[in-house]
């Protein structure tokens, strides 16, 4: 698929903004990238997800005119040899909406120049696999459509005290969605928790394994999902939302 001229500026805007999230005193600079939250149902033996990615970028990060934030569609897939958390295993061909993905070190992503797949909202997602390895080939077209874009409300600090409760606030819970992720992250370690409501309080003794830096990461994620069973195997689709800000954690 070619993509616009547009498109490209966006994407490299974005990946601009992920290699600021680096600084050189990070230990292992990768740690402190951008990933986005999924649920972990525990009797899969596959997750799909279909993914709108909203992004803050950093200070200084060059900024697309009239675009206060950039929305990137990512997809991903895992499929398990013996249930969730087990090794990944290669289930063939997988697609998104007609788009191919590609294979990384067994989980399945969109490729990086495919931005825009198709992931739209109130929409369903069309997924494709080919099958292998245990898994029987299927299409499945999805009954839940894709969520409204979630996002944070503008007070969101720049900087989180570690010694305090955090309270994370969304503009709106937004529609078609069955709950929501919050996280607070400190490029190493995550903390997670789940309510379908407007705000979320973290407990100073909630996030107190978290380390000081100049690159944590908050973020919310919005999603419904849905499950099938082919050949036996129990395989779990999601849609989601996600804003992310980058933020000081001190």
């Given at each position: ?63 697309v005119p009239g675009m ?72 499945h077209t999805t009954s ?107």
């Amino acid at each position: 698929m070619k993509i616009s001229n547009f498109y490209r500026i966006l994407s490299f805007v974005f990946l601009l903004g992920l290699a600021a999230s680096c600084d050189s005193e990070s230990e292992d600079p990768q740690q402190t990238t951008q990933t986005n939250p999924l649920p972990t149902p525990g009797d899969a033996d596959g997750v799909l997800a279909a993914i709108k990615a909203k992004s803050n970028l950093p200070e200084g990060t060059p900024t697309v005119p009239g675009m206060p934030d950039i929305l990137i569609d990512v997809a991903n897939a895992n499929f398990y040899s013996s249930g969730i958390n087990s090794s990944l295993v290669n289930a063939g061909d997988v697609s998104i909406n007609a788009f191919a993905m590609q294979n990384v070190n067994g989980t399945y992503v969109n490729n990086f120049t495919d931005i825009t797949l198709g992931i739209n909202e109130g929409q369903a997602n069309d997924w494709n696999v080919s099958g292998g390895n245990g898994f029987d080939g299927f299409s499945h077209t999805t009954s839940k459509p894709m969520p409204g874009v979630v996002r944070f409300q503008t007070s969101v600090s720049d900087q989180i005290a570690l010694g305090g409760d955090v309270t994370l606030s969304i503009q709106n819970v937004p529609s078609n969605v069955d709950n929501i992720l919050w996280v607070i992250s400190d490029g190493r370690e995550v903390v997670t928790k789940e309510a379908r409501s407007t705000s979320m309080t973290f407990s100073a003794s909630e996030i107190s394994g978290l380390r000081a830096t100049s690159q944590g990461i908050v973020q919310v994620a919005a999603y419904n999902s849905e499950s099938q069973t082919f050949g036996g195997k129990k395989i779990y689709f999601i849609n989601e939302t996600v804003d992310s800000k980058f933020v000081e954690l001190n």
